[in-house]
Every structure is written in structure tokens, then in C-alpha cells.
């Protein structure tokens, strides 16, 4: 059967985001995918265990997914994955993907490395891909092959003209060294895919590249520092791949531990802070409302925007460090008073039966529920979040959504002082069992015992500290239980000089400061475990994936009760409404 096709005078076409030429089978999935967490950098498996495609290998097929979410490391996977010659023969995706699309960019600039990406946005069409059987991606035409096959026009590559200021110019012309004119160029070719027509100054950054992936991963700030780069706004870096201090102790693997340490330096010798936390809005140093910031880190850049009122796309990994190079980004996106605007409203019904882990819970819920589109959400205007509840909410959305923020009716700051009327036609009523589903999803663990509980995925905050130290009080955990808490130096100093480690270390709790769950591996995590508790929705939604192991989800108070006996003592969701 030879495919329809589509006249390049209809509104059907696919649009080239990367070109490149491309031939094979096509593997559909109608579920958005993170690429950091959820796909093996070494052998491009997935390894997302909530995922559809989960355990099976995408190299050398087309993938067609809807767009990515979750981390914005993501972009050093998939360069990583072409290094390796372990990526997808060509990326299709549905909706704006800017995370995988810019390592592909990267990979094709910085190591002659590529494949085609192009984007599919009619939502029919897009469907169709369902049945296909084999695609070929050529400069002129998409074909795909199979019971419902077609042929698309394809259309060239956005060229937008981006406005440069004198300064800009000047960078671009090599006068402020080689590292920056490399970085703003990566800058405008970002912007004008996007389609931005300037450049906004930032006034400050976060690097999430602190990651170790492989190799590209030190390779790219090698060469920026070679290239004598130095940050022209204060940066502050994310959490790296192992505890800087005691990764010795902690038996991480040396070659990992000695690279991460590595790139941490590098990025420290460009003139970023010694920060190294997934929670930098808990620093100091956090931005202010309205502030233009350039942030990467998925739950960072969220509560960033949500929380905080300051301005940040979700940059992916790179662009963060470009961004910093600079003190520039691209006027798009949640820059722009237009690009916070909500999109569809979530009905929240009165619940009842809950502790804090609704919080992680309905983020997470959320999250899945809207894919990419930000939404305000009412029927929380009285549940009194407080930091760390937002900071849970924030990293449960950022794990299953692709969109930058979320407004809180009554809560959040911009939810609090301006209407919305383009959402009001788009409601969307939170079902109380879709709710009790995805609790259950979260827990992933065959039995009801614990070996490890895991806290601090994002960083522990100082008012956690306060009230598992009151929680843990005058108790003692098993010693078959290892109980472990991730958090930035800095607010482990704060939390050590008000005394709450006192009574968390007469628990039993171990500390781990620089790194976060999202990296921990074996052997930091026993040998013998086979089973984790956690409160956090982020790390129950990726450690299946990531470290083998049965994962429980629940509130803090259950986390620490499971410490003690060694077991989840309550299965079941205990929301109701």
C-alpha cells in the first residue's frame, strides 16, 4: 500500500528541529519519556519501570514519543547515547521538545555527532504513527510505512532573527575569549529555535550538568575551561554523582567519583558556587519575584517559577552553563509574562485522611494528568504548604510533567494576585481514584519490608530536619534498616549548629551531603537490600528503574516508623474525599 501524502500547501507537515537522514523501524509510544533516569546512557535500554516501553533497546530505531519530561539532564543522555553509538536512529516528537533536541544539537556542534529530529505537532497525524511499521526521514519528506501509512511534507528548520545587543555582538566577535563566543552562539541558534526574537539578560544561574553521565560530561567543561571560560553572572552548581568528602568511605566507585569530583572543580574554577544541591532555592542566594534567572533542574526550575515568582525556562543541561558563561538566555518561554499563563485548571475535590505526602502525591498525579501544559490548580487554598511541601509538590510535577510551573490557587504568588480567564474553559476534576492508582504505582514493592529509607530527594530542607529530629525523638532504628538523608552542605551545618543531628544521629541516621538519591548507587545503598521507603514521589517514580529495588512511598512519620520495625506498616492510600 503506498502511503497518503500530504500537500506541502496543508497545514500537514512535520517541522525539522535537527536535520539529518534517517531510515528504519518506528517504535510509537503515546507516554512522554525522560531520557536522564529513564534510559541507560551506556546501552540506551529504558529502564523506566512506569514506562510502556520499559526494558526494551531504542538503538537504531526511530522513536516517536510525544515529547520528553522530568530532567533536564536529559540532554546529556542522549549525547552521551550518540557517543556511545547507542541513540535512536531519529527522534519524532509530538509537542515543542527542547531538552533532547538541544543534546542532539550539542552532540552534532561539539563531537560531529547527529541524528534528525523533527516534530509531528497535528495530534491525528502524530497518532498514526501507532501502526507504522518503518519510517524514512529525508531533507524533503517524512514516510512512513505500515496498515495506515503516509508521506509529510517537511519544513525547513527555524532561522528567526534574534536581536543581539552591542555587547552580545562583542561576544559573538570573540572579545570576551573563545568559551564565550562558543557559548552565545549556542545561545542564539537555542533562541531562534525557539523562536525568540531577543535575548534577556539573567541575573543569575544553575548549573545541573554537574552529573556524571560519562564522558561527554566532563569532556564539555574541560573544553569551556580550556578555553579559558569564565561565568559573567553567580552560578551555583547542582548535585554531583557522589559525596565529595566521603566518597571514599561511602566505597563509590573511584573512576565516577574521581571524574564528578573533577567536573565540580572545573565548574568552581569557572567562578560558580560551592552549592552542589538540587535545592538551590533553599540557599541564601535564592532569587527574588520577577528576577531573570537561568536555572536548570527540573524540580528546581519549578518551584523557581511557582514558588518563588522568579523567571526561568526549564533550561536543559548546557544551556545552563552557556546561560552562565554569558549572563544572557533567550527572551522565550516563562520569561515572558505570556509564557505563564496557565492552560487548563485542575479541580482539586476537599480531601480528608492525609498527611504531607499528599502533597508529593497530587504533584506527581498532576503532573501526568497535564503533560505540558501549566495549570492552576484549585481546592488547596487552606491546606497551609509550607517549604518543604511545595518543594515535594514541585518534584513530584517536574517527574511526570514536561511544563516549567504550576500556579497554586491562593498559594502560590502569582496565583494569588491575577485572574486567568484563557484556563477557565479547559477543567480538568481530579478523580479521587486516579489518585489512589498512582499511590499505588509508587509503590512498587512486593512485600511490606524496609531495608533502606531514603530521604532528601530533592535536598533536605532545615524545617525537615526539625521535625524528623522531633519525630525521631527518644527512639531508635533497627540496625538492619539504613537510614539515609541527602542535603546540601550548607543547610547541614545550619541544621548540625541548632542541634537537630543530635537526635537523628542517636537514631541512627547517616548524612550525605553533595550528591542526592538521584545518583546513589550500590554499594552506598546495601548489597542486600531489597527493598526502599521513601517520601518522595520522585524517587519512587525513578529508583525502580535506577537501582533495582521494591520502592515504598509514604509521609515522614511512616518513613521513620518503618526505620524502627522494619516494615511499612500502613499499605493502603488513606486519602479520602
Not at 10 to 22: D, F, H, K, M, Q
Not at 164 to 174: F, H, N, W
Not at 355 to 384: R, T
Not at 411 to 426: D, G, I, R
Amino acid at each position: 500500500m503506498s502511503p497518503n501524502t500530504f500537500s506541502p500547501n496543508t497545514s500537514e507537515c512535520a517541522r525539522i528541529l535537527v536535520p539529518g537522514l534517517a531510515s528504519g523501524r518506528l517504535v510509537f509510544s503515546d507516554v512522554p519519556l525522560s531520557f536522564m533516569m529513564g534510559v541507560d546512557a551506556e546501552s540506551g535500554v529504558i529502564v523506566d519501570t512506569h514506562h510502556p516501553l520499559r526494558g526494551t533497546a531504542r538503538a537504531g530505531k526511530i522513536l516517536a514519543i510525544p515529547c520528553g519530561r522530568g530532567s533536564c539532564s536529559g540532554s546529556g543522555t542522549i549525547l552521551e547515547l550518540l557517543l556511545a553509538g547507542q541513540a535512536p536512529a531519529a527522534l519524532i516528537f509530538q509537542k515543542t521538545e527542547e531538552i533532547l533536541t538541544l543534546g542532539v544539537l550539542i552532540a552534532k556542534t561539539m563531537f560531529s555527532k547527529s541524528i534528525p529530529v523533527i516534530q509531528v505537532e497535528d495530534a491525528l497525524l502524530f497518532g498514526r504513527l501507532t501502526s507504522a511499521e518503518l519510517a524514512t526521514i529525508t531533507d524533503e519528506h517524512l514516510t512512513v510505512t505500515g496498515p495506515d501509512g503516509f508521506q509529510l511534507p517537511l519544513s525547513s528548520p527555524r532561522t528567526d532573527k534574534v536581536a543581539l545587543s552591542l555587547s552580545d555582538q562583542e561576544m559573538l566577535q570573540g572579545n570576551r575569549g573563545p568559551a564565550t563566543k562558543m557559548a552565545l552562539e549556542m545561545i542564539v541558534s537555542y533562541a531562534a529555535f525557539q523562536g525568540a526574537d531577543a535575548l534577556v539578560d539573567v541575573s543569575q544561574a544553575h548549573i545541573d550538568a554537574c552529573i556524571y553521565v560519562g564522558k561527554s560530561s566532563l569532556l564539555i567543561p574541560q573544553r569551556l575551561h580550556e578555553l579559558s571560560g569564565r561565568f559573567a553572572v553567580p552560578a551555583t552548581c547542582n548535585s554531583l554523582s557522589v559525596d565529595r568528602l566521603r566518597w571514599r568511605e561511602l566505597g563509590a566507585d573511584p573512576e565516577v567519583s574521581a571524574a564528578s569530583s573533577q567536573i565540580g572543580d572545573l565548574y568552581l574554577a569557572m567562578g560558580a558556587k560551592e552549592s552542589f544541591t538540587c535545592a538551590p532555592y533553599l540557599l541564601e542566594s535564592k532569587p527574588d519575584a520577577g528576577a531573570q534567572i537561568g536555572w536548570s533542574e527540573s524540580n528546581a526550575v519549578v518551584f523557581a517559577n511557582s514558588v518563588l515568582g522568579a523567571r526561568t525556562q526549564k533550561y536543559p543541561d548546557y544551556v545552563d552553563v552557556f546561560i552562565a558563561l554569558t549572563g544572557r538566555a533567550p527572551y522565550a518561554g516563562c520569561h515572558r509574562a505570556e509564557g505563564r499563563i496557565p492552560k487548563v485548571c485542575i479541580d482539586v475535590p476537599a480531601l480528608d485522611g492525609w498527611d504531607e505526602s499528599v502533597f508529593p502525591l497530587l504533584g506527581y498525579h498532576i503532573g501526568g494528568l497535564i503533560g505540558s501544559e501549566i495549570p492552576l490548580i484549585y481546592g488547596l487554598e487552606s491546606s497551609n504548604p509550607t517549604i518543604a511541601d511545595l518543594k515535594a509538590f514541585g518534584a513530584g510535577f517536574a517527574t511526570s510533567s514536561s511544563a516549567p510551573m504550576f500556579h497554586i490557587w491562593g498559594v502560590t504568588p502569582e496565583a494569588s494576585t491575577m485572574e486567568f480567564p484563557e484556563c477557565q474553559a479547559n477543567r480538568v476534576q481530579l478523580d479521587i481514584h486516579g489518585l489512589r492508582d498512582t499511590w499505588n504505582q509508587l509503590n512498587s514493592a512486593k512485600n511490606g519490608t524496609v531495608d533502606v529509607v531514603s530521604l532528601g530527594n530533592p535536598h533536605f530542607a532545615l524545617e525537615e530536619f526539625a521535625r524528623l529530629a522531633f519525630l525521631c525523638g527518644n527512639r531508635r532504628k533497627l540496625e538492619s534498616v539504613e537510614f539515609i538523608i541527602t542535603t546540601s552542605q550548607q543547610i547541614y551545618k545550619e541544621a548540625l549548629a541548632l542541634g537537630y543531628l543530635d537526635a537523628l544521629e542517636s537514631f541512627g541516621a547517616q548524612f550525605i551531603t553533595d550528591t542526592c538519591w538521584c545518583m546513589i548507587q550500590d554499594p552506598v545503598i546495601p548489597l542486600h537490600a531489597q527493598t526502599i521507603m521513601t517520601n518522595s514521589a520522585k524517587y519512587a517514580h525513578y529508583g525502580p528503574g535506577m537501582v533495582k529495588r521494591g520502592f515504598h512511598f509514604g509521609g515522614l512519620a511512616a518513613c521513620v516508623e518503618a526505620a524502627c520495625v522494619g516494615e511499612r506498616t500502613t499499605q493502603e492510600c488513606a486519602v479520602t474525599s
